[in-house]
């Protein structure tokens, strides 16, 4: 079992930053962010393995940045240049042990998600 917890979502203008953090009960191979706008399906944000290598969504991808750090067990999204389109609630995803890490895996442990609104 893996439990994963969000932090960090808020509301912020268009153009702004935010940074989600993701605690994760235990060190797991893969991690993600997902995002799910309100009548929308879920989309992936981005997704980083053990060894760094990251996979981004096309919607997100040249303005996030997902991050992990190991010894905390710790799973960051730094949001830049955020738009009102990225509104959404942000869910972080964890898998313990994964051959290849992609935002198009499966990811058994789901957080229960932070709120992330951007205005105009």
């Known amino acids: 079992q893996v439990q994963v917890v969000e932090s960090g979502g808020g509301s912020v203008q268009a153009g702004g930053s935010l940074r989600l953090s993701c605690a994760a009960s235990r060190a797991t191979t893969c991690m993600a962010w997902f995002l799910q706008a309100p009548g929308k399906e879920r989309e992936g944000g981005g997704s980083?393995?053990?060894?760094?290598?990251?996979d981004y969504g096309d919607s997100v991808e040249g303005r996030f940045t997902i991050s992990r750090d190991h010894a905390k067990n710790t799973l960051y999204l730094q949001m830049n240049n955020l738009k009102p389109e990225d509104t959404a609630m942000y869910y972080c995803a964890a898998e313990p042990i994964v051959f290849d890490c992609y935002i198009g895996g499966r990811f058994t442990y789901w957080g229960q998600g932070t709120q992330v609104t951007v205005s105009s």
């Open positions: 980083v393995d053990d060894f760094g290598r990251t």
